[in-house]
DNA sequence: AGCGTAACGAAACTGCAGAACCGTTTACCC
DNA sequence: GGGTAAACGGTTCTGCAGTTTCGTTACGCT
């Protein structure tokens, strides 16, 4: 009824449809990028009727806003290393590894490019940050109990901090950041917060 | 000839012309967003006919590169404080201001969206930022002259640290950043560059 | 001032993204 | 294993972004 399609008979061939629809799109996606991201193309590669994609995804950003969920949702694990500036640098590297890649760079790229035209997709791609930030808070977190960052860091802000410079590389040159300037981010995100560069004035952002 | 139109006779007619466009592509972007740019609707507002519209800018990627082109031309200009914390707060807050004004921030948001999809356009936004950073390096580099930050240091990644966070902040949440995050990214940098994160490639270890 | 043509503008045209229709397949429940 | 309707898919249609055409205006040069 007013249940949106897929919805209600998710298994067999309703799940195939969605595996292969998605398939295609971060291929296109990752070879001739957001630009020529064409329904119609999806649909013959992904050997689905056009119809099919229309009426499930409605429209490109509907589609990037899927794929971006699907994205988030197999989230790569993380270990800590034990200490901050180790965390930091993992989390440095697995956001270069995902701007290098084909198919997350142009991903995000895409989303990114997507949220000022669609609101689903600019909550979507708030949700993707907010759960990578919660992720390494806890991080974080840890390195000011064990004393290593002054007491009122702003924990959710380093995090952004490391993310932020690798993201602005991407989107501005179109290319992705090297290692080195992963480490770079994480180096410095370390060291403003131990300086207290983040434990300021409270933060009003959030809560 | 061969010339593009607006360029052989740039006086008069064609510069009203121009100013219209841009100014009524402007107020919409402001207004509606980057999705609800059509250039019909520029055309109409502008009091101008679609036909040159689509003759002169071809379509919303080319109107938006001209605007960018447009903006990065009357650049603001930056007085020095006298002290590099000063500068890289001045510079924040420039670039807050920046992202919070409805004009140039629908503008920013709307060229970041475009650069995926257009050649010209990420050229046009490269040299925006490319220039944006050649204005503030001098400050950072005298910085270093005056013994306060590590010789070696990279002083664009200092400058581009500054503008990052609030960069992906405008671009992420949709929401342009308080004047609070300007000055905590604007502290965050320069404690990073005076600790040598911008210095080489090997750690900080006194030394 | 007069001329050549660059640039503008209104209207008619075209191509294609996206919607509508409807018959076919198949997932889910008993 | 049979019934029901959810979801699929081929075809056709439509609305509109973008193009073409051609007559009009006025910029810049001498």
Partial sequence: ????PGTVRPGG???RVRTAVLRAAGDILAE???AHLDLA????RAGVGKTTVYRRWGSVTGLVTDLLAELAHDAAPH???GSLPGDLRAYALLVQREAA??????LLRAVVAAAPCDGRTAAALRRFFEVRVEEWVPCVEQGVARGELPAGTDAA???RAVSAPLHQELLTTGVAPAPHAAECAARAAY???VAGAYAGAAPVTGR
Same sequence: chains 1, 2.
Avoid at 1 to 4: E, G, I, L, T, Y
Avoid at 41 to 44: E, F, G, K, M, S
Avoid at 101 to 106: F, P, T
Wanted: proline share 0%; no cysteine; glycine share 6%.
């Fill in 79 to 81: 270990r800590e290393t």
């Fill in 101 to 106: 890649d084909a198919r997350q760079g142009a």
């Fill in 1 to 4: 009824m007013s249940a949106r």
């Fill in 41 to 44: 193309d999806v649909a013959r």
């Fill in 13 to 15: 061939r309703t799940a």
């Fill in 32 to 34: 001739h990028g957001f």
């Fill in 157 to 159: 802000a380093v995090v």
């Fill in 191 to 193: 060291a403003a917060a």
